[in-house]
Each structure stands twice: as C-alpha cells, then as structure tokens.
C-alpha cells in the first residue's frame, strides 16, 4: 500500500513532475517523492520552487543530507522533508549525531530510515540503534534493502535479515516500507 516516486538524477525531476498528473496512484494508502541526490547548486533553488508547488498533495519528500545547502529553503517545507540517513559513501548523514545536526536546521523534518545504508556503514547495527532511539520520533518511512559492498542496493541476504532484527522492535508497524532491492516482478513475492 505504499509507493515511492523516485528521481535520483536532475534530469529525472521535472519528467516525473510533468507526468505525476497521469499516474494511477489510488491503490496506495501512502506516496513519498525521492528528490534528485545530486544535482547543480544553482539547481537547487529550481527543486525547492518545484517542491513548493508540491505542497498540496502532502507527499514526503525524500532528500540526501549532502545534497541540502540551503537550509532557509528546505526549512520552509516544514514536514514535507523527509531526511535520509546515508551510507559510507556520504560525508554527512550516517549517524544519528550528523543527522540530529540536520534536524536542528529542519526542526519540521522527518526522518527516511534507510536500514541497508545504517547496516553497510555500521554492520553491528549499533548506530541504527542509535537512529532509531534518538530520532524514532520522526520516523516517516523506511527504506528495505541490503547495500553491499560497492553501495548499491541488493536483494536481502539472510545476513542481513539478521541484522535487521536486531532493530526491527524499534519501528512501528504503522511506518510504510519502501522495498530498495533490485528484484525481477516474479520474485517479489520471495523478496517481501
């Protein structure tokens, strides 16, 4: 019952935008918007303008941490952002002192647990402990893979579904999942 509309490149943005209008999104009970990850500087104003005409439908917005600049600007989406914890590969965002950093700025913000990103940086699930504890309050959804090595999402290894236990108490029933793995249609049902 829960989507999330993603457009990880610059370019993807305002495609996905322009086409929102004709998705058939009625089966889902939640819907969530992943901002680009990257994008030019100066393009960031542009995504926030956008983002303010986005407002109505009260969709969470998906961000990276490092991709935010200007604060003032995120700031005045209020809970419509929906800040992401990082993997290894990111200077900010993985652990729950840089994120409570972020939310200091956004006091509004929501937090996007991603667990694969928590386990690939701290394998002994000790900083999503953290995450969890510190920031559950703004838990708004969770992002389920694993990240392997290279930082890219995969299917979910029992290694890592043991890990996840170690943290699953800790987020409500209540919260969408959005599944990160990279599985074909007719295994979806061997991945959930």
Not at 99 to 104: A, K, S, V, W
Not at 115 to 133: C, K, N, R, V
């Amino acid at each position: 019952a829960a989507v999330e509309l993603s457009a990880l490149r610059q370019p993807e943005w305002f495609p996905l935008l322009n086409r929102l209008e004709t998705f058939d999104l009625s089966e889902f009970g939640y819907i969530s918007i992943h901002a680009p990850s990257q994008f030019e500087l100066h393009w960031e104003r542009e995504l926030l303008k956008s983002l303010e005409n986005l407002k109505a439908r009260k969709y969470p917005v998906v961000v990276h941490p490092d991709a935010i600049t200007d604060f003032a600007g995120w700031r005045q989406l209020g809970s419509m952002v929906c800040v992401e914890n990082m993997d290894k590969r990111k200077p900010i965002g993985r652990t729950a002192e840089d994120l409570q950093r972020i939310f200091d700025q956004l006091p509004e913000a929501q937090l996007c647990f991603d667990i694969g990103h928590a386990q690939q940086f701290d394998p002994s699930m000790t900083e999503a402990y953290l995450i969890l504890t510190r920031l559950g309050g703004r838990l708004r959804q969770v992002h389920l893979s694993e990240v392997n090595t290279r930082s890219k999402h995969d299917v979910i290894s029992r290694i890592s579904i043991l890990a996840f236990r170690e943290v699953a108490h800790l987020i409500p029933e209540e919260i969408p999942i959005i599944l990160e793995t990279p599985t074909p249609e007719n295994g979806l049902a061997k991945e959930i």
